[in-house]
């Protein structure tokens, strides 16, 4: 079975710091997918990552994939309030099931 | 306009009961899913569907059923309701394999 996993499951950051979320999975996979969470809310997509090597940037988030790793990052640099949310990452196994990973809670304290 | 749209947004029922939950797009997408996010946030998917193929995770009871009149809708029957039922299910859609996903945005089922 799949097993994708996130590290940290919880995460409490200062504005302005920079931090890492990890994403490891289980299975080869060329595809990964981050989301993001609002509570109580949908799911809005980050980035598609499709290739290994892949890095994307949008504002203060960058993700990045290592396919023979079976890992992606998600990396928030000078973090803001408005990034609080719970992110998941995602791998698509059979080109189109999606298994998610445990989700990480991240906090930005002011 | 709304993208991916699920009613109802909320549903109490008891233990027992059978419900359906609809889901429609309006992207044009070939294909549809469901998922159920319990009360720690992980999500699982249920089912994939297309014009052609059904795909269920063998980890979901046979009491759910999808139900697709036509390519923009997906529904979710669920028979004989149990408290574990109670979660979050999510609806989306996508354009083809490997295409990001959107969501709808949930139904809360409550099962007493």
């Known amino acids: 079975e799949l097993k994708v996993e996130q590290n940290p499951l919880f995460l409490s950051m200062q504005e302005g710091k920079n931090y890492t979320i990890y994403c490891n999975y289980s299975?080869?996979?060329?595809?990964l997918y981050w989301y993001r969470q609002d509570p109580g809310k949908s799911l809005e997509s980050l980035f598609v990552?499709?290739?290994?090597?892949a890095v994307k940037q949008e504002g203060r988030l960058m993700a990045s994939l290592d396919t023979k790793a079976r890992l992606s990052t998600l990396h928030i640099t000078a973090a803001v309030h408005d990034l609080s949310a719970t992110y998941f990452c995602a791998v698509d196994r059979t080109g189109n099931q999606f298994y998610f990973g445990t989700g990480t809670s991240l906090t930005v304290i002011p | 306009d709304t993208a991916v749209s699920q009613t109802p947004k909320y549903l109490v029922t008891q233990m027992g009961n059978d419900k359906s939950i609809k889901c429609e797009q309006n992207l044009g997408h070939d294909t549809m899913y469901w998922y159920k996010q319990d009360s720690k946030k992980f999500l699982k998917i249920m089912f994939s569907y297309n014009n052609k193929e059904l795909i269920i995770n063998e980890t979901v009871p046979n009491r759910f059923s999808p139900k697709s009149p036509d390519k923009a809708h997906l529904n979710l029957h669920i028979n004989s309701l149990e408290l574990g039922d109670s979660a979050v299910y999510f609806c989306a859609s996508s354009s083809g394999v490997g295409r990001e996903q959107y969501f709808g945005p949930g139904t809360r089922l409550t099962v007493t």
């Open positions: 299975t080869t996979s060329d595809r």
């Open positions: 990552l499709l290739s290994n090597g």
